[in-house]
């Protein structure tokens, strides 16, 4: 069996422009995300009209947002690893047309076994063909201003919450669910000529996964670009695993407010259009959390996970406390327990991503982010359903709100497990000596190759200068800057 060529890989790729073109993957991916999880956290205006046309309880109908998200994630390895082999630009545009199609075939739904199949499997298929190329061709441009990137391609799903919501009550109300549903089809091809506008960085990695003469077509050949591509040797990386069980519980509950708030605010009574508005607020304080946690995290005072945790563990809070707001009738009180909840859930989503090549390395993120959206797909899966569940049992969207708000607080203690979680010293000059070491011993390493990769680990533990039970290299000082790499005196 051929070995993988990994310094071949990394020597096609250049370093990351931090700019030019970039902005412009940006503006697609602001337009993708949107076109996504826009529309998913907007479903709540299909989900009454469905429980009230199809005659289904709560639960069955939760059952059709919650498998498109499953297998917008759980689809998303093999998206990555067809980006690895034919880039993203294809891979995107293909995930655009499948989109489109499964909301065409959902217009003509008579039952809701139709929509899970429609709007689930096909739909959320053509999702996790693009979106998770689109984030890592967006992480590939950008290296200091990764986050910030990040944060503003992800305000499309703040200001298409605040739009779509009123936007589909009315669609509804002028042309009915089905016909609704035929606009988003349409809608949904614009994301088509996002993908087109993708420029690859480097060379292809099926170009360097083969050996000079092997067969493309052999046993062993498909045998191990498949595990290149879809970059399983993560799965026994205790980090990977821990990130991914954390990531995991909190989409067990970030998405049962966006399913299930504007039931909650009609079943307290509120009007249609209120309880819509509800939604478009959260949207916007949503916006402003991306932007803000994009900036605060590229100050660099604080690392990216310690950031994630902070914005998670309030985000808990807010979801313990939403159903207070509506206790009394209050229509204030809930859209101020709404607009806190809307600006944390916007504040911890580009960190989710962020992370990650902290974790496992600029060279390996693809695949990573592939794999962490598969088994992240469980929380998906599980969250609306059970969430809709508890109404049917208790009568009330109450105890939904407190055991989503659950999940997130258990996934932000899981966070803390991972490895020198609690160790944050910042010495510059020993992080600059270590940076300096390790390019000169190896130039193809990445400049971000992880804070807790075992390749980084192997050659920190050959010098005095830091030991690896402390991390003293954060993200600020793997950037590259001019001084980190000037040769050793």
Known sequence: MAKLQAPQVLQSQPAAPDGGWGWVVVGALFVTSALVFGIIRSMGVFF??????????????SWITSIGLAMQQCV?????????????????????CLSALGFILASQ????????????????????????????????YFTRKRSLAMALGFTGVGLSS???????????????????????????????????????????????ALAPGESAWSCASLFHRAYSYLELSLLLQRPFL?????????????????????AHSRHEGFSQYQAAFVISATGVTDIVGRVVSGWASDLG??????????????????????????????????????????FCAGAMTPLVFSVVPEIVGMER??????????????????????????????????????????????????????????????????????????????NQQSPESGLMTNSLSEKLNHIDTIPYSQPQLDRDSLQPEPEVYMPLN
């Open 162 to 208: 605040f739009a779509f919501s009123p936007l589909f009550q009315l669609l509804v109300e002028m042309y009915t669910w089905r016909g609704a549903l035929l606009i988003l089809g349409g809608l949904s091809l614009n994301m088509v000529a996002c993908g087109a506008l993708i420029r690859p960085l480097g060379t292809h990695k099926a170009v360097a």
């Open 301 to 342: 005072r604080l690392r990216l996970p310690h950031m994630l945790v902070l914005w998670t563990g309030l985000l808990g809070l807010s979801l313990l406390v939403l159903p207070l707001g509506s206790l009394v009738g209050s229509y204030p009180g809930l859209l101020i327990t709404s607009l806190a909840y809307g």
């Open 109 to 140: 739904a008579t039952c809701v076994t139709h929509l899970y199949l429609t709007l689930g499997i096909i739909s959320g298929s053509g999702w996790a063909l693009v979106f998770t190329p689109m984030v890592a061709s967006v992480m590939q």
């Open 365 to 442: 993120m693809l695949g990573a982010l592939g794999l962490l959206q598969m088994i992240e797909s469980i929380g998906g899966l599980l969250g609306s359903p059970l969430s809709g569940l508890l109404k049917d049992l208790t009568g009330s969207y109450t105890a939904s709100f407190l055991v989503a708000g659950g999940f997130l607080l258990l996934g932000t203690m899981v966070m803390t497990t991972l490895p020198h979680f609690f160790s944050c010293p910042d010495q510059r000059p020993l992080q600059r000596h270590a940076c300096n070491y390790n390019n000169k011993q190896q």
């Open 242 to 262: 821990t990130y991914s069980l954390a990531i995991t519980f909190f989409n067990c509950g970030y998405f049962v407010p966006y399913v299930h708030l504007v």
């Open 76 to 96: 998303s390895p093999f998206g990555t690893a067809l980006c690895n082999g034919y880039g993203a630009r294809p891979v995107v545009m293909a995930g655009g």
């Open 48 to 61: 009454v009209e469905f429980v009230q046309y199809f005659g289904e309880s709560a639960q069955a109908v």
